[in-house]
């Protein structure tokens, strides 16, 4: 069953997903989705205008979101780990002229020209304003380049191409992400949100995992998504227990066997699954049989909806779905000439599955032999103690580097010494890689950090 055509997020919501019961529930304040049909959370005009759109929390960029969509001529999502220098080059590729934040002035160093729109808690009631003559252009920022993100074109339709509406007879469900809506995955979850019958959960930077698993339960949340680094820090919280989620799904990293059968195990009544997308092509696919990677007839499909091919083991995608285009990049191609975005993924066929094992920019060269880290991550994250692990190139003056790994214990009272525990995974990974990919550093750690995305923060030698 297709989604009507639509031109705005507010032209949803007054089509009936604006029923009443319906919440959007942020750290500590919540709003019924019906009542954003009426009230505006801006205090300016934006009508016709390239909006920089840069809020303190993902809440206040909802309300400004379903504000602007429709009205606003273009609207740019601020990530809240895009770093300051970098937002007069971003405003200057998108042509903005107007800058909507909850921020102060002095927050935006180099924009001291360009007029501020405030975004205010709590709305006020305001007439609903026309539509824009054309569709609003969503621009996204690209993640895991360094120096200024690229910015990429989007609009309504194909945001939510992947969006299916729910049976007539299902129960309303309750969304909730670990994403940041202004990122890509999370925009996704947003939607889904918006478009729906349920309420949406958001998450707060910063807030303890934890305290945000019981406000999960608190709220019932039934549909939950995540990075995999997401999905194994709530794994490594008792308070896991304190949400029943029906529905998992990962996806911005490789899902592998061990993240996926863990989350089968402490949610035995969900639907456990992962998902593909990147900025750039769009929603891929989704995978529900339990099992890490990809059937190998997903690719290759003339005339489906989304189409598929591997190139010198590159995963490329085109589909209606994707991004139209690089903003401000003059002569940066962003798919080929048959359409197809490189999404820079690599993979491996192995029995009838096509295998994630890393970044084709992520690569460590150890004596000139190359070793994708997901690739020996997938290895020691099957160790039943292991919950997370980081791969890194060290540099190394014989062999250019060498393979370093970083791990993270689920504690156990009844456990060996770590030294064993070591010892363990090293014997997994000499049985099951090449000798060049075995880590010649294995450190146990506490911890591991995570990107303002979900994902490992990864470093290269």
């Known amino acids: 069953m297709s989604r009507p055509e639509m031109r705005s997020l507010r032209e949803a919501l007054a089509r009936g997903a604006g029923a009443p019961g319906r919440m959007l529930h942020g750290l500590d304040r919540a709003i019924p989705f019906a009542d954003l049909l009426d009230l505006n959370c801006l205090g300016g005009d934006v009508a016709g205008r390239r909006v920089l759109l840069a809020t303190s929390d993902q809440f206040m960029a909802a309300l400004a979101l379903i504000a602007l969509d429709g009205l606003a001529e273009a609207v740019v999502l601020c990530p809240p780990d895009l770093a300051p220098e970098h937002l007069p080059v971003i405003a200057g590729r998108a042509r903005a002229d107007r800058l909507v934040t909850d921020r102060p002035r002095s927050a935006f160093p180099g924009l001291d020209a360009l007029p501020i729109v405030d975004c205010a808690w709590p709305p006020v009631p305001a007439a609903r304003e026309p539509a824009f003559e054309r569709p609003t252009e969503w621009l996204l920022l690209t993640s895991g380049t360094t120096g200024v993100p690229k910015l990429v074109r989007h609009d309504l339709?194909?945001?939510?191409?992947?969006?299916?509406?729910?049976?007539?007879?299902?129960?309303?469900?309750?969304?909730?992400?670990?994403?940041d809506i202004?990122?890509?995955?999370?925009?996704?979850?947003f939607l889904r949100g918006v478009l729906g019958t349920g309420s949406l959960v958001l998450s707060q930077a910063g807030?303890?995992?934890?305290?945000?698993?019981h406000r999960l339960g608190r709220h019932g949340a039934t549909h939950v998504s995540g990075t995999p680094s997401h999905w194994r820090r709530v794994l490594?919280?008792?308070?896991?227990?304190?949400?029943?989620?029906?529905?998992?799904?990962?996806?911005?990293?490789?899902?592998?066997?061990?993240?996926?059968?863990?989350?089968?195990?402490?949610?035995?009544?969900?639907?456990?699954g992962h998902a593909y997308a990147s900025t750039e092509a769009g929603v891929g696919f989704e995978v529900t049989d339990g099992l890490e990677g990809f059937p190998t007839d997903y690719v290759g499909r003339a005339g489906a909806e989304v189409e598929m091919r591997v190139v010198d083991g590159s995963l490329r995608i085109r589909s209606r779905r994707a991004a139209s285009d690089y903003v401000g990049a003059d002569g940066l191609a962003l798919a080929d000439a048959d359409g197809f975005v490189d999404t820079g993924d690599m993979v491996e066929e192995r029995a009838g599955r096509y295998h994630f094992v890393g970044r084709r920019g992520g690569i460590i060269n150890v004596g000139g032999l190359k070793v994708h880290p997901e690739e020996v991550e997938a290895v020691i994250n099957r160790h039943a103690r292991v919950r997370m692990s980081l791969v890194e190139g060290r540099r190394n003056p014989i062999t250019g580097a060498i393979v370093s790994a970083s791990v993270v214990l689920e504690p156990a009272n009844d456990a060996g010494p770590d030294d064993e525990v070591k010892k363990e995974i090293l014997a997994a990974?000499?049985?099951?890689?090449?000798?060049?990919?075995?880590?010649?550093?294995?450190?146990?750690?506490?911890?591991?950090?995570?990107?303002?995305?979900?994902?490992?923060?990864?470093?290269?030698?």
């Open 429 to 461: 990974c000499r049985a099951e890689l090449s000798p060049h990919k075995v880590p010649a550093m294995l450190r146990i750690v506490p911890s591991l950090d995570v990107t303002a995305a979900g994902k490992l923060a990864r470093r290269h030698a």
């Open 182 to 189: 202004r990122r890509y995955g999370g925009l996704q979850i």
């Open 236 to 272: 490594m919280s008792p308070a896991r227990s304190a949400m029943a989620p029906g529905y998992v799904r990962l996806s911005g990293e490789i899902a592998d066997q061990a993240v996926l059968d863990g989350l089968r195990e402490a949610f035995p009544g969900a639907s456990v």
């Open 157 to 179: 339709a194909g945001l939510t191409a992947a969006i299916r509406p729910p049976a007539a007879d299902a129960p309303s469900p309750v969304w909730a992400t670990f994403y």
């Open 207 to 213: 807030e303890a995992i934890s305290d945000h698993l």
